[in-house]
């Protein structure tokens, strides 16, 4: 037998990007594992991935074109040639062209695969070259990121390895444990040397039940606690001044707007007490070095831009800055010197071409919004699990004048609506280099074994379609290795010898940054803001909404609207008692739908293995709210409000706080009780910064079926 051991790297939207090792045996994957070499991930694999052969080998995989022959959602397909998909494609497409414009046609897609190449901007090019809608991407961390911007900038980072070397960790708003889990053995170094651990979640989630202290805190209100954190800070004279004056600014607005916010007013916000206020507070200023680590689910509310950017003023308000495992760490992907308007092509976006945000896909389809859209070309996503208003997303693609294609690996709920499915490649079987937004290291992907079927990854897809459509740019010529070169600036200090002739030797390498013990780059400032410091008062805010380039298409950023508050605030949640007293009364539990430990997003939910460790769809309640609402474990219930409805299993816990229910994403709509899920449920509405989407701002109520 010929065994070979294939470097690669987990493919999907996660901070820990683990580096992997396929053993192949005659040409078959026998084994996936975790490279224990990799020093961040260590070896492991979670539950997601660590039988990623079985979704390879899956007798569910789509490997070949398919043309639809049934009514749309029915799922009912006929194999065809590549060449009949690409005409069928051409004919569909030129014929929408001269009728309605290019921009008819809208592109869909996120981060089913994160790579560099096949990942977030890999069909850009090609429909920005058609003169397509841009399809906004602001799905995740737009809010936090144009937050972060403006307060620290975005090469503000800390080392996730030096949290070895913090005293007193926050973890605001994530849940280590299931979504970041090779960051977790950091943590519990530091906490093994006496570091506290605190998280702050309205979840006794499992990363909350290893922690030193666990703040069940309002959904929502994470803002008004950061903001009581620094009112106590300066009252009892915590602020470490020589810190502030040299290397911050707007220090005197700040301070009076977190006079705003005392103990006892943020207590009856957040639910947490004012003792327990002052003592996080006092603690996080005098146990150096201090450090937060935030999650992305910290914007999905009306505050969630304003939370981060309160947040962000914390560790510098107290000199957190100054030590090695000090300060607040957000997503080092701005570390990797990426060329993300070579991989975009902006420059080619006609003038006055439409933007639609992809949170809006069921207006869009609906015919609410100015763009006629006449066809939908949906890769790396599922938009019916992932976006909101659900039955309009699925009445939409119901339209027997909408052109559906799908490039996939299975027949998810969005492909069941597909005129045409083309067959993708796994990550085991393409070529990719994977940057992190939790870490450190660029990691390699080799192909392990020759692409099943007829399946492509999306490089060779966008080709085929350049070619198809009649471009002749000699972009559309370049190979896998050629655009892989182009999309890293390999002459920039953190890849002083690294290059790709290395990754194929070592699997992964860490920029070069420094060490982890060394790693302490605001000490003296230097912060990526306009006036190079922590800016308490942003002079971006000015400009009024940032949007970010990585999130629109290699956009050059949109500053636009009326100026923002310049100062960090709270927000109220669109959805609760304070703003929308009625609403309240006819819904009175706030839905959270974090994601699931054993998905990503949809990809897995229809997995027999990580099926059986998710369990069947279900909604955490609490016990007072489950019997004032007569229901006992394991009860069939629905879960509604004015925009729709999803049926779980009811579990009942007191791991979620009186007045919250929580509903993991991730369930397939086929599999469903109702052929729904949690987004038939969840808002369409914006949060404060960046556009991002509001998940954990809704209002359900909760009964038994029957």
């Not at 022959?69 to 799922?75: D, F, T, V, Y």
């Not at 399809?135 to 949290?163: H, K, L, Q």
């Not at 059986?612 to 219930?637: F, K, P």
Request: aromatic share 10%; with cysteine.
């Amino acid at each position: 037998m010929a065994e070979q051991v294939v470097f690669g790297a987990c493919p999907h939207d996660c901070p820990d990007t683990c580096a992997m090792l396929t053993t192949v045996v005659d040409g078959q994957v026998v084994d996936v594992r975790g490279n224990p070499d990799h020093p961040f991930t260590r070896g492991g694999l979670c539950v997601k991935v660590n039988n990623y052969q079985d979704r390879v080998y899956s007798q569910d995989r789509v490997l070949y074109p398919l043309k639809r022959r049934g009514a749309k959602g029915h799922g009912d397909f006929e194999r065809i040639s590549w060449e009949a998909a690409l005409a069928e494609i051409k004919t569909r497409w030129t014929d929408i062209i001269n009728q309605y414009g290019p921009a008819s046609i809208l592109p869909y897609s996120y981060l089913g695969t994160e790579g560099i190449l096949n990942g977030l901007n890999a069909g850009d090019a090609f429909f920005n070259k058609l003169g397509a809608s841009v399809s906004e991407r602001t799905f995740c961390d737009s809010a936090a990121i144009s937050a972060f911007f403006m307060t620290c900038g975005p090469t503000a980072a800390v080392d996730p390895e030096s949290f070895v070397y913090s005293k007193y960790i926050i973890l605001w708003a994530i849940n280590t444990i299931s979504n970041n889990l090779h960051h977790w053995p950091f943590i519990a170094e530091a906490q093994r040397n006496g570091a506290k651990v605190v998280v702050i979640d309205p979840v006794a989630t499992r990363t909350a039940k290893q922690a030193d202290w666990h703040i069940p805190i309002r959904p929502g209100t994470d803002a008004a606690l950061a903001l009581g954190m620094m009112n106590v800070i300066i009252a009892e004279g915590l602020v470490d001044h020589d810190y502030v004056e040299r290397y911050t600014v707007g220090y005197d607005e700040l301070k009076l707007r977190a006079a705003e916010f005392p103990p006892e007013r943020v207590a009856r916000i957040t639910g947490v007490s004012a003792e327990d206020i002052r003592t996080l507070a006092c603690e996080f200023a005098t146990r150096q070095p201090s450090v937060i680590r935030m999650g992305v689910a910290i914007e999905r509310n009306a505050s969630g831009g304003n939370a981060v950017r309160a947040m962000s003023c914390l560790p510098a308000l107290v000199g957190s800055w100054r030590h090695c495992g000090g300060g607040i760490l957000h997503m080092p992907i701005w570390a990797f010197p990426m060329n993300w308007d070579g991989l975009s092509r902006p420059d080619w976006i006609p003038p006055g071409t439409p933007v639609i945000n992809q949170w809006r896909l069921g207006p869009a389809l609906a015919g609410e919004l100015d763009t006629q859209i006449k066809s939908l070309f949906v890769y790396n996503s599922n938009p019916v699990v992932v976006a909101p208003e659900q039955d309009k997303v699925v009445q939409g693609l119901g339209r027997e004048d909408l052109f559906t294609v799908v490039s996939e690996h299975f027949v998810t709920d969005t492909a069941r609506y597909a005129d045409i499915v083309l067959p993708a490649t796994t990550q085991l079987e393409q070529f990719d280099v994977m940057f992190s937004w939790g870490h450190l290291y660029l990691t390699l992907n080799e192909p392990a074994i020759e692409p099943l079927g007829e399946s492509v990854p999306n490089t060779e897809l966008f080709r085929r379609l350049a070619h198809t459509m009649g471009f002749t740019d000699p972009y559309w010529d370049r190979t896998d290795e050629d655009i892989i070169l182009g999309a890293l600036d390999w002459s920039h200090p953190v890849l002083e010898g690294i290059s790709l002739e290395q990754l194929r030797k070592t699997g992964w390498a860490r920029l070069n940054v420094g060490p982890p013990e060394a790693f302490v780059p605001h000490r003296e400032g230097n912060f990526p803001t306009p006036s190079g410091k922590v800016e308490f008062k942003s002079s971006i805010a000015e400009g009024g909404n940032l949007v970010l380039p990585l999130f629109r298409q290699g956009y050059t950023g949109d500053q636009s609207g009326e100026p923002l508050d310049p100062l960090p605030n709270f927000i109220p949640q669109n959805e609760a008692p304070e703003t929308n007293p009625d609403l309240a009364a006819k819904y009175p539990l706030n839905m959270l739908s974090p994601k699931s430990h054993a998905f990503l997003n949809s990809s897995y939910g229809n997995l027999d293995a990580q099926l059986y460790h998710a369990g069947e769809q279900m909604v955490l309640i609490n016990g007072s709210d489950a019997d004032a609402r007569g229901l006992a474990n394991g009860d069939a219930v629905r879960v509604f409000n004015d925009r729709g409805a999803f049926e779980a299993i009811a579990r009942v816990t007191p791991d979620v706080r009186t007045g919250v229910v929580v509903a993991p994403l991730g369930y397939w709509t086929k599999d469903s009780r109702n052929g729904r899920t949690v987004n038939a449920i969840n808002p369409p509405a914006f949060a404060d910064y960046g556009r991002a989407p509001t998940f954990s701002d809704t209002l359900v109520e909760v009964a038994p079926i029957g």
